[in-house]
């Protein structure tokens, strides 16, 4: 994946590494405001409420995002006692750091839209373009609903208290689900998420190409 480019061509390697901290670095920060915003200082206590790549970043993370072009940052520490309204608290908090990767998706692809004519080998243009397919991992692949991801956290708040079973054994067992997925998507050759992710790539770009 994104690591070969490094033997390959060096400089679009670093141009994608670039793009992941970006991506990784706007997402964790929403969740940090988000929670700041709804009441929760407990991220902002810990020094997340930054834009400083060093403070969201996981080596691991960051690693599979190289590796696999699967991946994600630090999580963000919330306590949902401190939100006002812990229900819709947990929910909104979850759904900032996916929703940032939507916001930072049009603005890119509208700066993509405009600049396309430089060409394709150009520095800027390429940017953007891994800035774009970044954001559109990181938002899909969070909003996936098995623990620990975002998507989980909305989903268990969403789901009624008959289902508090269902959400104890997510809890337990996502972890180990998700990871379980992501070796079958790899290893086997499945290409679940990457047929996932090639569906919102190629609808995305159709729209700002």
Request: a neutral charge; glycine letters at 8%.
């Amino acid at each position: 994946m994104i690591l070969q480019l490094l033997f390959s061509e060096p400089l679009f390697f670093f141009i994608w590494v670039a793009a992941i901290i970006v991506g990784i670095t706007v997402h964790e920060f929403a969740h940090a405001w988000a929670a700041y915003a709804l009441g929760d200082p407990t991220a902002k206590n810990m020094g997340r409420l930054s834009l400083n790549p060093l403070v969201h970043l996981d080596p691991f993370g960051f690693l599979f995002l190289l590796i696999a072009g699967i991946g994600y940052g630090k999580p963000v520490p919330v306590n949902p006692f401190n939100l006002r309204d812990q229900k819709k608290g947990e929910i909104l908090v979850s759904a900032a750091g996916p929703i940032s990767n939507l916001v930072q998706i049009v603005v890119f692809g509208l700066a993509f839209h405009f600049l396309v004519f430089l060409g394709p080998n150009n520095l800027l243009v390429s940017f953007l373009v891994a800035l774009i397919y970044i954001n559109i991992i990181l938002m899909v692949f969070n909003l996936v609903p098995i623990p620990p991801l975002d998507g989980s956290k909305i989903l268990m708040n969403i789901l009624p208290a008959s289902a508090d079973n269902f959400k104890l054994w997510l809890q337990r067992r996502g972890p180990f689900v998700l990871f379980g997925l992501i070796i079958l998507d790899r290893v086997v050759g499945l290409g679940i998420f990457a047929g996932i992710f090639n569906f919102f790539i190629n609808l995305i770009f159709s729209v700002f190409g």
